[in-house]
């Protein structure tokens, strides 16, 4: 038999061109003018994002694009997943504004980029990198019980630089509703408090054209359930 060759074909595709979904970056300019107090109150006010929250402040709050399902959106924090493998999803509630440097938002199916918790899109929070020095307190009251508290301590020397922050919550979400279980009354909501501490830290070290980084963060919530 006659052995037919020809010159190779090569297939190659332009990457970023005809995308399955829709990308939008919010910088640390951007969060800043928003004027936004939360993570939860950041990502609300995007475009296709909705937040749903089961109750009043300091409820689980949790993401979803453009109809899906918060199981089908994957929340990543500097390239990490922090979907909860029973549930899939993530209390975003609990992430501090004051760490965030950029949040990238995927909105469509980007499986093929981050994987199956990533049918419905995916929000990565980068977290922050350059830091100057400063140092912030913060503190916000409300109704129901509600106080929230930030600390923020960044400061640079030489080769290193430093960030520190610490956030916490207390709500006792003690609210009054209409309740038809049996009569119709006024009834005072049980259970519906919440005490969070989330602590966050970087530290960096710069050589030449290199940073080297650690960080370490620590998140962690006491809440009720109402029934």
Sequence with gaps: AKILSSE???VSGK????????????SIEEIANTNSTSAEELLSNIGGLEVEKSAGPGSV?????????????????????LNDGLSGTVDISQIPI?????????????????GSGAIGGAVNIIT?????????????TGAFGF???????????????????????????DYSYLSTVRDTIT????????????????????????????MASWFNSERGFPG
């Design 98 to 114: 004051n760490i965030i440097e950029r949040i990238e938002i995927y909105k469509g199916g980007v499986s093929p980029l981050f």
């Design 187 to 214: 009834a005072t909501r049980l259970n519906a408090d919440l005490q969070s501490l989330n602590i966050f830290s970087r530290i960096n070290y710069s050589l030449k054209n290199h940073q080297f980084s650690v």
């Design 128 to 140: 922050r990198h350059n830091f100057k020095n400063e140092f912030q307190i913060k503190g916000t």
């Design 147 to 173: 106080y929230d508290g930030e600390g923020l301590w960044s400061a640079s020397y030489k080769k290193f630089a430093i960030h520190t922050s610490v956030k916490y919550s207390d709500v006792k979400g």
């Design 8 to 10: 190779a074909i090569i």
């Design 15 to 26: 990457k970023g061109e005809q995308l399955p979904f829709e990308y939008e970056s919010v």
């Design 61 to 81: 709050a949790k993401i979803t694009i453009r109809g899906s399902r918060a199981n089908q959106v994957l929340i990543l924090m500097d390239g990490v997943p």
